[in-house]
């Protein structure tokens, strides 16, 4: 006899008739999941961030005001020359005020406040080897006297600090983790529980009758199937709401270049998601049902 179709029937009809306690099932895998989600999804864009930047390090290299144009152009070209210098191109003060001009808006009042000056002509220098920056800059030294340069600055400091923060975030994101799942795990099992319970009566007869364990529980681990699945899907969708309303937030720092472009999770972690929500939905049943089955009389 194939007991499939009746299990398949007695766990639809479980979910329509207690479908206020299935909908909270769903809504806490969903709102357990929307938190990780969100956690996964910092750390991915935290982490894409860094490498773009680790990629994109250059020295950036200001010249002393009073210089003039002819000795800046003489530095460029003999810096250029040098074999650990993949490219030099010399920024303007001019270049420097367009560039900020065009990504901030109403900016160019407060530079003519200001006055000349605030935003001096530089040097960006990209290293032909950036896996050691701070090795390349003392080679490049003897190249980058004070009585030239004002400032003299590669960025390497910043990129450590980030990368730092990042392993924080993945600490903090997988401790977590690891507490939201459980406190999931323990409100979802309950409520599959209190369902379990509204039907003891039923499930007392078909003990009495002969019903073996896994016939009595599969229903409920359908049932917790649907929960994680229904809730891992609205998780997702949820995400990506949040990811399209971040990116248009930062829109401006987009534009400036300060951040890459934000990603939403890629299909690995997608899948992730879902099957944490069919573990969490399949796993409270489990629990619930062996519970249940192991206090009856």
């Known amino acids: 006899m194939n007991v499939a179709p009746h299990i398949l029937r007695r766990a ?41 930047w680790s990629r994109d390090v250059h020295v950036s290299a ?19 020359r040098d074999p650990k210098v993949a ?15 065009e990504r901030v808006e109403g900016l160019d009042g407060t530079l003519d406040e200001l006055g000349p000056g605030v935003l001096p002509a530089s040097l960006e220098i990209t290293l032909a080897d950036s896996t050691d920056m701070e090795a390349q800059v003392e080679a490049l030294a003897p190249w980058l006297r ?15 600090r980030f990368d730092t923060f990042l392993q924080v975030i993945k600490m903090l994101g997988a401790s977590m983790t690891l507490l939201i799942l459980v406190a999931a795990l323990f ?18 007869i078909q003990k009495l009758v002969g019903a073996t364990t896994g016939y009595i529980v599969a229903p409920f681990i359908v049932e917790g199937f649907v929960h994680g699945l229904v809730g891992s899907v609205v998780s997702v969708v949820g995400l ?27 299909g690995a972690l997608v899948l992730v998601v879902i099957l944490m929500g069919l573990v969490l939905g399949v796993g409270a049943a489990t629990v619930a049902a062996s519970r249940f089955i192991a206090s009856a009389p």
């Open 62 to 80: 200001y010249f002393q005001p009073d210089l003039p144009e002819a000795d800046r152009e003489a530095i460029r070209d003999r810096i250029a």
């Open 187 to 204: 409100l979802i099992t309950n409520t599959v529980y209190l369902v379990i319970y509204n039907r003891r009566d039923e499930l007392e």
């Open 12 to 52: 639809v009809r479980s979910l329509w008739e207690n479908l206020y306690l299935n909908v909270v099932s769903t809504g806490v895998i969903a709102a357990a999941l929307l938190l990780i989600g969100m956690s996964l999804w910092v750390q991915h864009n935290v982490s894409s961030a860094i490498s773009s």
């Open 240 to 266: 990506y709401a949040a990811h399209i309303a971040l990116s248009s937030r930062l829109e401006s720092a987009l534009t400036l270049g300060l951040v890459p472009s934000l990603d939403f999770l890629p």
């Open 87 to 101: 490219k030099v191109r010399y920024v303007t003060e001019e270049e420097a005020r367009q560039w900020l001009i």
């Open 146 to 160: 004070d009585e030239e340069f004002a400032e003299v600055d590669y960025g390497r400091e910043w990129i450590a």
